[in-house]
T-cell receptor, first 114, second 113 residues
Framework: AQSVTQLDSQVPVFEEAPVELRCNYS??????LFWYVQYPNQGLQLLLK??????LVKGINGFEAEFNKSQTSFHLRKPSVHISDTAEYFC????????????FGQGTELSVKP | NAGVTQTPKFQVLKTGQSMTLQCAQD?????MYWYRQDPGMGLRLIYY???????DKGEVPNGYNVSRLNKREFSLRLESAAPSQTSVYFC????????????FGNGTRLTVT
């Protein structure tokens, strides 16, 4: 069965510093990978997705993620964060034979301090 | 451009009461989903509907029922609410297929006392 682990529950960082949010998954078949962001009291919004092709995926708001099949990882990065990036971030995986069902990680709270 | 609309936004129930959470999407999506979000547990799938006329259980279906009323609407019913069902509930929709991202509503915050 597939599963997703986000290795950090909270990540505090100063404004303009780089950040990496870590995500590992397990699956016995090929997968599609997603990162979502949730701002306070809102639903989830898609940041980026990996479906196939280039392993480096760029998303909205300057975020990018790299798919590493051998390490079963899909870490999210941003070279310089802003206060407005403060939110909760979720990694999710979908197996290619399971329709659109997503399995989510536990979430990482990114807190950007001035 | 409404996207996915959930009602109500907030609800307080007493143990044993019933209620229905409503969800509608205007993106002509085939698939719809109900998730619950609890602190430290991410989102867990309750039920989903791959297409109009079909529904299937997800990871945590006990205590819930669903109805795919038509292509636009997918409701979630709690027949006899329990404190363990205190959570934030999200409805989502997508085009059919594993590579289609989900579009989420803004959630319903439910408290069961």
């Amino acid at each position: 069965a597939q599963s997703v682990t986000q290795l950090d529950s909270q990540v505090p960082v100063f404004e303009e510093a780089p950040v990496e949010l870590r995500c590992n998954y397990s699956s016995s078949v090929s997968v599609y990978l997603f990162w979502y962001v949730q701002y306070p009291n809102q639903g989830l919004q898609l940041l980026l997705k990996y479906l196939s092709g280039s392993t480096l995926v760029k998303g909205i708001n300057g975020f990018e993620a790299e798919f590493n099949k051998s390490q079963t990882s899909f870490h999210l990065r941003k070279p310089s964060v802003h206060i407005s990036d403060t939110a909760e971030y979720f990694c999710a995986v979908s197996e290619n034979n399971q329709g659109g069902k997503l399995i989510f990680g536990q979430g990482t709270e990114l807190s950007v301090k001035p | 451009n409404a996207g996915v609309t959930q009602t109500p936004k907030f609800q307080v129930l007493k143990t044993g009461q019933s209620m229905t959470l409503q969800c509608a999407q205007d993106m002509n999506h085939n698939s719809m989903y109900w998730y619950r979000q609890d602190p430290g547990m991410g989102l867990r799938l309750i039920y989903y509907s791959a297409s109009e006329g079909t529904t299937d259980k997800g990871e945590v279906p006990n205590g819930y029922n669903v109805s795919r009323l038509n292509k636009r609407e997918f409701s979630l019913r709690l027949e006899s609410a329990a404190p363990s069902q205190t959570s934030v509930y999200f409805c989502a929709s997508s085009r059919q297929g594993s590579n289609s991202p989900l579009h989420f509503g803004n959630g319903t915050r439910l408290t069961v006392t």
